[in-house]
């Protein structure tokens, strides 16, 4: 896997994955930025947002649940003195679909979280307390 990131200016920086897609990111105007972007640590909390809903996605539609909606809302906390790296995590699952397991998103979300997912598997090994929950919604 490879990622290119260009300075532009100020603190504003254009990132390319290696799959050849492209993302502003940038900073406050207290530290030299225009806000055009989300800042790195942003991006990192939405990756991982994106890397478990991915996940759960996958199991639930191996298990054939009919799911019409995922959404995963993120909580972070980070430490106040530098590295102002994430203490805490908090993903909230909301899953909508027709007829789902409560056992069935569960277990989707635990497998995400404890075998699946690297990115949060990566920062919970970091000492990132990362917790989850979830709820379903009838469609």
């Given amino acids: 896997m490879k990622a290119r990131v260009k300075w532009t ?7 390319e994955s290696g799959s050849g897609h ?3 990111i940038d900073g406050p ?14 991006m990192l909390l939405m990756g991982m947002g994106g890397c478990t809903a ?3 996605l996958n199991i639930l539609d191996k298990a054939r649940a009919d799911v019409t909606d995922c959404v995963a ?5 980070r430490a106040d003195s530098v590295p102002s ?11 909508s679909g ?3 397991k409560e056992k069935q998103v569960q277990r989707a979300v635990e497998l995400s979280a404890d075998k699946y997912c690297s990115a949060s598997i990566m920062l919970g090994q970091g000492g990132v307390e990362i917790t989850h929950t979830f709820e379903i919604v009838e469609a």
């Fill in 9 to 15: 200016d100020g603190r504003q920086f254009v990132t």
């Fill in 22 to 24: 492209s993302v502003v």
């Fill in 29 to 42: 105007a207290e530290h030299g930025g225009r806000n055009t972007g989300p800042r790195p640590m942003e």
């Fill in 54 to 56: 991915f996940d759960i």
């Fill in 73 to 77: 809302e993120l909580d972070a906390e």
């Fill in 85 to 95: 790296v994430f203490t805490k995590i908090h993903v909230h699952f909301v899953i």
């Fill in 98 to 100: 027709r007829g789902l």
